[in-house]
């Protein structure tokens, strides 16, 4: 996805011995996230300024987004899926960096450090990880009591609905 391509084409080409719905949602829920995650990710960091591989901060994106939206998912094992993730895509000396994030990395603490960010803008923005174009189109057009409704929306699972036309079936 990072190369141009879309989240569907990448989907499409899981593995049929593989969870196709826990993949999918974890792919689905770093892309819808993935603002959040990268500023989460750089407060963990001790030089958020240096430049990690891409493939250490997707990796550290997907342990992240398990940990903080995925309770069904133990700890012990997105840290150790992440580990066997580093090894997989050829990073095996940030293992310790991945390690160390993942283990002590804490939802509410990020949670306080957004609230805690000078602008509501920045907040907004960073919370429900929101473009910088499409930000701007919203400031230009409402105010921050609706753009605060908007993005509320968007990140609110919706009621599933299931309706069965009667007349169509016996």
């Keep these: 996805v990072n190369c141009g391509g879309y989240s569907s084409e990448l ?43 891409q493939e ?5 994106k997907v342990g992240v987004y398990q940990k903080f939206f995925m309770s069904s998912i133990p700890d012990y094992a997105i840290v150790s899926e992440s580990l066997k993730s580093c090894e997989y895509f050829g990073v095996e000396n940030y293992k310790g960096l991945v390690n160390s994030i993942l283990r002590k990395i804490d939802h509410s603490a990020i949670e306080k450090k ?14 429900y990880s929101v473009g910088d174009n ?17 993005l509320e929306s968007y990140v609110k699972v919706p009621d599933l609905v299931i309706r069965i036309n009667s007349s169509k079936t016996s």
């Design 11 to 53: 989907l499409v080409k899981t593995p049929s011995n593989l969870n196709s719905q826990l993949i999918r949602q974890i792919v689905l829920g770093v892309i819808e996230n993935d603002i959040y995650l990268e500023m989460a990710v750089k407060e963990e960091l001790d030089r958020p300024d240096k430049t990690l591989p």
């Design 56 to 60: 250490v901060l997707d990796i550290l």
């Design 114 to 127: 957004i609230s805690n960010m000078p602008s509501v803008n920045d907040r907004l923005k960073v919370k």
């Design 134 to 150: 499409f930000y701007d189109f919203l400031i230009e057009n409402y105010k921050i009591k609706t753009i605060r409704k908007i």
